[in-house]
């Protein structure tokens, strides 16, 4: 899996409209086996595409498996492999960084990485199960307090997100220091045009639920958070989506750093930058660009599953 930096953008464009996400039933959890899932969903249908964007002819890729054991098995192994994702693209500086995913059956509960284990060693053995209460529920590692303070709000706040992903980067946190948004200056960047929130406040590492609140609440029905001087966190209807608008963001802070640093980039109308958002911020194409990593990760380091 060499020069992942050179490859990621791959099938960046929209395969069509953005289903609506589901909001998983909540159970106790009680270690009895998994029931179907089919019974709990509710979906909407979704919106038809505006009929003046084109777009990429790629099959729509499912959501969720049929049933809650499957549905746990793929989280769990999607996001193992997104650590290692993380890794290579150096997204791992010391113990910092977190992706969390919702337990399709808990909905209160959520899986996590272990706290001081390197993204490039994580297997779907060693992610921690939470409770509401930041209880560990399965796994025999310890956890990060700042992972449970930051994603349980948001899990809590939008029944509609499966994943969050947080970590510390270069370029999203050297973005985050100019305290501004980013701007709809390359098609790619327009994935967070109008999608994306400002956290202008720091008082540190995160360890109280308090923050997390406030960073959940300011985050409304956006996919994506700049919290100053800290970086970036992207959320998603499943770890796929999740993960890979982490990666685009963090170019997008990169493209946009190079050329402010270049000259003064030209701004899209909004026209343009909404015509883009439709082709470029759709949950579908994120999944499928997630995919061609992934699928690297489990052929290369088969282990990840272990």
């Known amino acids: 899996m060499k020069d992942l930096n050179a490859r990621y953008c791959l099938d960046a464009a929209q395969v069509g409209p953005r289903k609506s996400l589901t909001?998983?039933?909540?159970?106790?959890?009680?270690g009895e086996?998994?029931?179907?899932?089919?019974?709990?969903?509710?979906?909407?249908?979704?919106q038809a595409p505006e009929a003046d964007v084109a777009?990429?002819?790629?099959?729509?890729?499912?959501?969720?498996?049929?049933?809650?054991?499957?549905?746990?098995?793929?989280?769990?192994?999607?996001?193992?492999?997104?650590f290692r994702i993380f890794a290579k693209f150096g997204f791992d500086e010391g113990i910092a960084g977190h992706i969390t995913a919702r337990d399709p059956e808990f909905a209160d509960h959520f899986w996590v990485n272990p706290f001081a284990v390197h993204f490039s060693r994580i297997k779907v053995s060693d992610l921690l199960l939470l409770d509401g209460e930041g209880k560990i529920v399965e796994?025999?590692?310890?956890?990060?307090?700042?992972?449970?303070?930051?994603?349980?709000?948001?899990?809590?706040?939008?029944?509609?997100?499966?994943a969050v992903a947080h970590a510390h980067t270069l370029h999203g946190r050297a973005w985050s220091t100019l305290s501004k948004k980013l701007d709809p200056i390359i098609q790619e960047s327009c994935a967070f045009y109008n999608d994306h929130v400002l956290f202008d406040e720091y008082k540190g590492l995160v360890l109280e639920r308090d923050e997390g609140e406030r960073i959940a609440a300011l985050l409304g029905k956006n996919k994506a958070a700049i919290l100053r001087h800290h970086g970036l966190l992207t959320t998603g209807g499943s770890v796929e989506e999740a993960a890979w608008w982490?990666?685009?963001?963090?170019?997008?802070c990169q493209m946009q750093l190079m050329a402010e640093a270049a000259g003064t980039p030209r701004i899209?109308?909004?026209?343009?930058?909404?015509m883009a958002h439709r082709q470029f911020g759709n949950a579908n194409m994120a999944r499928h660009s997630f995919r061609i990593l992934a699928d690297q990760i489990f052929e290369n380091e088969p282990e990840v599953l272990n």
Not at 23 to 30: D, K, N
Not at 40 to 46: A, C, L, R
Not at 55 to 81: F, I
């Open 23 to 30: 909001e998983l039933p909540q159970r106790q959890h009680t």
């Open 33 to 46: 086996a998994s029931q179907s899932i089919q019974e709990d969903i509710v979906t909407n249908e979704p």
């Open 55 to 82: 777009l990429l002819d790629l099959g729509e890729l499912p959501e969720r498996e049929n049933s809650y054991e499957a549905e746990r098995q793929h989280r769990k192994q999607q996001l193992a492999a997104a």
């Open 139 to 162: 796994g025999k590692l310890r956890t990060n307090k700042a992972a449970f303070s930051i994603h349980s709000t948001i899990h809590e706040a939008r029944p509609d997100v499966v």
């Open 246 to 252: 982490f990666i685009a963001m963090e170019r997008a």
């Open 268 to 274: 899209m109308s909004d026209e343009e930058a909404e």
